[in-house]
């Protein structure tokens, strides 16, 4: 697994690369790749940050877990590949940005667009086992991409946080809420969007909250 990345990302996060729970995940995920079927290819791990360099960087979501089946994943959260028949928690998100901005989405599933507007879609764990959900957490990941939500918070003002359900919900606690704006919701999956995530209105609050603040507004 090499680390490569968009200059400003790989400048803010080097402390990191250097640490030693680093270089004990990046083994790890190595020997994974060469013994195993994993999710995302090789060249994807950093897509996220690849695709949204840290200047521009204005909004974060974050997710769990890459997908696990093949052709899905590819370095950002709740995206898929091109072609890729959308999950159902992003049938669900686009929803709410219709019921909330009058705006229909595309039929892609592939979420690119965001990336390069700027907003950091970025999973807790980087990488997973084919068909094996969970199997990379708990090896590096969270403490590496705490740290980026740690870093990226104390580093920048103004940034809209959209945490979706527990897990991501928990990430509070790593963002001063006087410099940024976190909202937080239910997650999207069918299993909890009926229970508050259908009606946030995440996506006009975002775009409120940077035009207020003198930002570009998202074209979701």
């Known amino acids: 697994m090499e680390v490569r990345m968009e200059a400003g990302w790989q400048q ?23 013994t195993e079927e994993v999710f995302p290819p090789e060249g994807f791990v950093f897509n996220a940050f690849n695709l949204c360099p840290l200047a521009q960087t204005r909004v974060v979501i974050l997710g769990q877990d890459p997908y696990h089946d093949v052709n899905q994943a590819h370095g950002l959260c709740f995206s898929v590949n091109e072609g890729v028949k959308v999950p159902p928690s992003l049938v669900n998100i686009y929803k709410e940005i219709e019921a909330d901005l009058g705006r229909q989405c595309p039929a892609s599933g592939n979420l690119e667009r965001w990336a ?105």
């Open 12 to 34: 803010l996060l080097q402390p990191e690369f250097e640490k030693e729970y680093f270089k004990r995940l990046t083994d790890f995920v190595n020997h994974e790749y060469r």
């Open 116 to 220: 390069r507007q700027g907003v950091l879609l970025l999973n807790a764990t980087l990488t997973v086992r084919a068909h094996k959900a969970g199997s990379h957490q708990k090896k590096g990941w969270e403490q590496f991409t705490d740290a980026v939500i740690r870093l990226l918070a104390s580093e920048k003002e103004n940034l809209v946080f959209l945490l979706w359900g527990n897990y991501a919900i928990k990430k509070t606690q790593l963002i001063d809420a006087s410099r940024h704006c976190i909202l937080t919701s239910v997650h999207p999956s069918p299993l909890s969007a009926h229970r508050g995530f259908f009606g946030c209105r995440h996506f006009s609050k975002t775009n409120g909250y940077l035009k207020e603040k003198g930002l570009e507004e998202i074209e979701w």
